[in-house]
């Protein structure tokens, strides 16, 4: 029998409304279920729904924990703060969402690391890392040889982040997003921040279009790329329903479409129940008992 001498360190794990996205981190044991630990990487390309993402799973994190914030480092200048607020509160988030200020990507990645040293702070978001800029390529010209600095800078902040964790008590994690580009030697695709990121990143999830809608709305597929805590390389889906957020009715319809629970024909079907057209489970979104019979189906599949 092996003794471990020293302190343990648990993971927790968070029961999401998303059947797939819970399964996708399965460990050895049989436990489901989002590790908050650390560092998760969200990639994908442009409008795959990274920010919306984050912050429904940063809101599902922070209600884990009693007055529970959320720190946001908004390093692409592109926050819409009323769309936000609806993906907030449509994710049943109501505490505080602390912006972090700073006039140099510096200032800003050094507050959320600050405020990420609060127990009542378990989350933060980066948006995002390939948008992080040095002091010295923003001052100096454009012939200036800048390469690698991004990726010094990015990972000496990923170590910063480790060691405040590593003081908590609190289970605590930083969710940031980033942009996924081809390699320059044309194989494959890389993301921005250097190699060493991705030793010290936890779980990084690949996120990609999998249907989209006529009215803006879209299924995403997303890939554990990496997971520290339990299996790799399996797939979730989630439904980003536009204007509105990460839907758990309509993402656990298309779980059961996609696990055979449900058919859709012209209407969709559970077991002899029908619920309409597609669009008509779209356009009473606002209803989520009628997503009930969806949410138990899964709940018995496994």
């Known amino acids: 029998m092996v003794t471990f001498i020293g302190e343990e360190k648990n993971t927790h794990r968070l029961i999401t409304?998303?059947?797939?996205?819970?399964?996708?981190?399965?460990?050895?044991?049989?436990?489901?279920?989002?590790?908050?630990?650390?560092?998760?990487?969200?990639?994908?390309?442009?409008?795959?729904?990274k920010s919306t993402f984050a912050y429904c799973l940063a809101s599902a994190i922070a209600n884990e924990v009693e007055d529970g914030t959320i720190g946001f480092a908004d390093i692409e200048e592109h926050f819409d703060m009323e769309f936000t607020r609806t993906v907030l509160e449509n994710a049943k988030f109501a505490g505080e969402f602390h912006i972090v200020p700073g006039k140099t990507d510096g200032d800003k990645t050094d507050g959320l690391i600050k405020m990420l040293k609060s127990e009542l702070m378990p989350v933060g978001i980066l948006d995002s890392v390939g948008a992080i800029s040095p002091v010295a390529e923003i001052e100096g010209s454009a012939e200036d040889a800048n390469w690698g600095r991004r990726a010094k800078l990015v990972n000496a902040y990923m170590r910063r982040i480790i060691h405040t964790f590593s003081f908590k008590e609190t289970p605590s994690i930083l969710l940031y997003t980033n942009h996924i580009h081809p390699r320059m030697d044309g194989f494959g695709f890389v993301t921005p921040g250097g190699v060493s990121k991705d030793f010290l990143t936890t779980a990084q999830l690949r996120l990609k279009k999998k249907e989209k809608l006529d009215d803006g709305s879209f299924l995403i597929e997303g890939k554990v790329a990496k997971n520290t805590f339990g299996f790799g390389q399996r797939v979730f889906f989630l439904f980003n329903l536009a204007g509105w957020g990460i839907h758990p009715g309509l993402t656990a319809v298309y779980d059961c479409l996609l696990l055979g629970l449900a058919k859709k024909e012209r209407v969709v079907k559970l077991g002899d129940q029908s619920f309409g057209y597609m669009k008509d489970l779209i356009d009473g979104a606002d209803d989520l008992e009628m997503f009930a019979p969806f949410i138990k189906a899964l709940k018995e599949y496994k």
Request: glycine letters at 16%; one cysteine or more.
């Open 17 to 49: 409304p998303w059947h797939t996205f819970n399964w996708a981190f399965e460990n050895r044991k049989g436990e489901i279920g989002f590790p908050v630990r650390a560092i998760c990487e969200i990639a994908g390309k442009e409008g795959t729904g």
